[in-house]
């Protein structure tokens, strides 16, 4: 009953910015968790940062200093600012949508983050 809608995602060259958007629409909880993981290419699918409805955010260590999550709960959206991105952070890009209603959450269908060295 949610749908995620992602946009953002390209190909940048090393030391640049993207902003990701995830738009979420359906029936929405008051109180959920947002957030965006990534799966680089031969890899698993990892954690790169979330944010609650009151804003409390989570990064994952290879994030922390270069991306910025935010949301703004009247659209349902939220978004990943990436900066100085290095040739590791190329991946596809999914967002997340959390609630106690639906315990394994929605996903994205992911938007592909292209970084070249």
């Known amino acids: 009953q949610v749908q995620l809608v992602e946009s953002g995602g390209g190909l940048v060259q090393a030391g640049g910015s993207l902003r990701l958007s995830c738009a979420a629409s359906?029936?929405?909880?008051?109180?959920?968790?947002m957030g965006w993981y990534r799966q680089p290419p031969g890899k698993q699918r990892e954690l790169v940062a979330t944010?609650?409805?009151?804003?409390?955010?989570n990064y994952a260590d290879s994030v922390k200093g270069r991306f910025t999550i935010s949301r703004d709960n009247a659209k349902n959206t939220v978004y990943l600012q990436m900066s100085s991105l290095k040739p590791e952070d190329t991946a596809v890009y999914y967002c997340n949508y959390w609630t106690i209603w639906k315990r394994d959450g929605y996903w994205g269908q992911g938007t592909q983050v292209t970084v070249s060295s």
């Open positions: 359906g029936t929405i909880s008051g109180i959920n968790t």
């Open positions: 944010i609650s409805t009151g804003g409390t955010t």
